[in-house]
């Protein structure tokens, strides 16, 4: 038992340990649903301009819940995000403030952040359908409705119909064509699919290149990633992108977004991360290494993202379409998308 | 004669047991608070589903893991077959492979574009995935296979550590009467080793129901997979922790039914340990095609994986190899071994409590030790966040009571919340190592001790302890790998600028590019083959 008391002290006192080293100085702490090697070398750009130590926790999943918990001790200036219904609700959970910048005000255009100042979007990012360049090649009248059209009969790939980037492209489908007719759709679309859903949005081309199927959902900046990877160049090369809707009410567009907790207790630090995250150098990094569209009106996309051309995207609020996802959400259990 | 156990042991196994249970009580408080329609929504249209696709995983992965361990076991504990020395350890490298990498890998050589169906389509001219049929890797079977192939050493060690410990004049007497050896290992080594084949299948039937990784990288939609889309997707913690209690019930239940297969059988034998000179005797041809079936088991579950991570690294290794590797392997193997020593203290201390504290009741703080095993990593780091989180604000609120300032995130911030969160899903494990162990030592020796006047603990240290300590050693062994290999607990309850190998392996296996975390994924293989290599020589020492 005496050894056991000595090795539950040593575990504590390291642990306390560990837990002081950051409640240091300059620094700003960050939850983020965004892979860190993305946000890294921005992050390292801003320490390097202003001295402040920015601390990341990356995950999937689970962020919200953690923030929740913590209330209001939590160490969190700010939540990055990789969709709209995140941003959402982390304002319903009421875990976020409002920030009044006028710098973020004149980074972002109106459209792209919240009224209530309460979350800011930093890119956008396109939902786009795939086509195989052999079999089909460019839809340029393609819409969404289509794709539970019989033609495409065993010849759609996606990723689970539950992924967030999935379920905001039903959400404003429902929005645009309401529930009754989104199911329909949804039922066409799962007697369509080549195979269940699985994998993510770089699997579904690959499956393109190998002939599992002719058309796939996809967001724009993996067609990007995959071009600059030594093995997916022949999957990215072996399809055409196409933004569906440009005859109607256009393409649908999600984001990536930032707010500032509720609690945050470095929260000067926090606001000038907001700011820099939506100024011109992180801006470009966004549209260069990671091929999104930046917010910032000015900033340039990256050369390969501007050979896509120019295209209309879906002017419907972001959200109204965050608002729609628990019905999407379930027309998607009751047609058995993934199953 | 037993009951005198001195206060402080009644009350610290208690205390630790629902210190253990706390979180998943929080969880299942959790589960009765109302959630709407939400759940009646899910039970009319895709529960089950999830239940059916759940039960057919289980079911699946323990009879293969059975027909892998079992022959495996007997075949290395009885008989001499070549290149024995090698394979009695090399069956046990499966453990170190996370299931999720392995997933990955075959899904990189059985894909279309992998080198098998390559080779097929070269030799039959075939063009696109239209012209011919292939097994799908990314399927029930397919998770089935993997993870049955990686976990199946739980069963081996147990199975074998119990054929060890039989004793050898049983079968030599068996053959003495005439009987084959597939008719002695039927009649005498089977029903002997049935409490350790019990425990070891209802370890691998946890550990599959638990799994998230493995069943999502291959679309089967399992009650893991539910319960995270309920969390997540609907943002219902209460739907989620409703389907989280269900799975619960049916692990207490599948562990009641165990208990009561084995309630009247008590098995005990002489001569532990005893020289095993006489080994049964085999056909040569019986013997190659024993070692033949062996080693097929280690290289799909280890040799195979690991050379293809192993290539991949040196593919990427300029990209991989940074200085954060040290940092990162050492927060890892400071984890694991903090959760593995804490796991088999707590499992001497409650297993011990039930065999000496002769009353109703004295098996529940090790059964409550070990519930926290069924819980998904998911939900089991929510689990910890409430009863944490509250001491935090607790502890908070106190001292800005008194005027001080508070410590802020002690518990809920720190490496503490990723270790009890280890710990309330891990001590099972060792519980139920250790628990074998100490039902295989006759009340008899208990009794010699105490007429000798020793108090219980004396004879705990005197004789119980000596005589477990193969099963601790199991038990230290299989938690530290768990621990290093755990994931979805870690993804939440991790403190800042921490990672584990495993969180960081993830990040590129769940982006398919395994190839850039294939060095880090080999570190966690490396490190979890030590304590391989050490259980593996005190068993041969013994």
New interface residues.
Partial sequence: MKK?FI??SV??S???A??SS??AKEEV?VYSYR???LIEPIMAKFTEETGVKV?????????I??LE???K???ADLVLTTDISRSV?LVEKDLVQPVQSEALEGNIPAQYRDPADQWFALTTRVRNVYSSKDRLGKQPELNYEDLADAKFKGKICTR?G?HPYN?ALISSMIVANGEAETKKWLEGVKANLA??????D??QV??IK???CDVSLGNNYYLGKMLNDEKQVAWANAVEINFPNQANRGTHVNISGVSLTKFAPNKDNAVKLMEFLSDDTAQKIYAEVNFEYPVKPGVAVSELVSSWGEFKSDTIPLAEIAKQR?VA??LL??V?F?? | MYSRLSLSWITSSWAIGLLLVFPVIAIIYQGLQPAGDLFQ??MD??MW?YIHNTVLLILGVGVLSFMMAIPAAWFMAMCDIPGRKYLQWALMLPLAMPAYIVAGIYTELLD??GPVQSVLRDVFGW????DYWFP?I?SLGGAIVIIASVLFPYLYLLARTSFLEQSVTLMQSAQLLGKTPLQAFCRISLPLARPAIAVGLSLIAMETLADFATVNF??V?TLTRAV??T?????S?HAAAKISTLMLVVVVMLLALERFSRRKQKVFQKNMGQERAHLLLMKPWQQWLAALFCWSLVTLGFIFPFSMLVYFATQYFTDSWTAEFIEFSLNTFFIAG?VA??AC?IAILVGLFRRLHMQRGSDIPARLSSMGYAVPG?VL??GI??PF?WL??SL?DLVEHFGGQ?P???F?????AL?AGYLVRFTAIAVGAVESSINKIPPSLDMVSRTLGHSPVKMVRKVHIPLISKGCFTAVLLVFIESMKELPAA??L????FETLATYVY?FV???MIEHGALAAIVIILVGLVPLIILSRSIERH
Wanted: hydrophobic share 40%; no cysteine; aromatic share 8%.
């Fill in positions: 056991s090795l539950a575990v504590l390291s642990v306390l560990s837990a950051w409640a702490n892979q860190s090697f601390n990341i926790v990356f995950a999937k999943d689970g962020l819940e953690r918990r913590e209330g001790l939590s160490p609700e689970s539950k379920v195979r269940k859903p699985q994998g993510n770089r699997d690959k499956a190998e002939g599992f628990p959400l379930k259990d009751e058995k993934d199953l | 929504h899910l249209t895709v589903d279309f574009a063009q696109t995935a239209r799908n990314r291959f679309a939609n995270f889309d969390w997540q997707g609907y943002g913690l903090v020593v804490l203290i998911t780091a929510i966040l409430i989180g935090d604000h908070n508070g802020g995130l002690l809920s911030g720190t490496m503490l270790i993804l939440i991790r403190p800042f600028n990040q769940s982006d398919e």
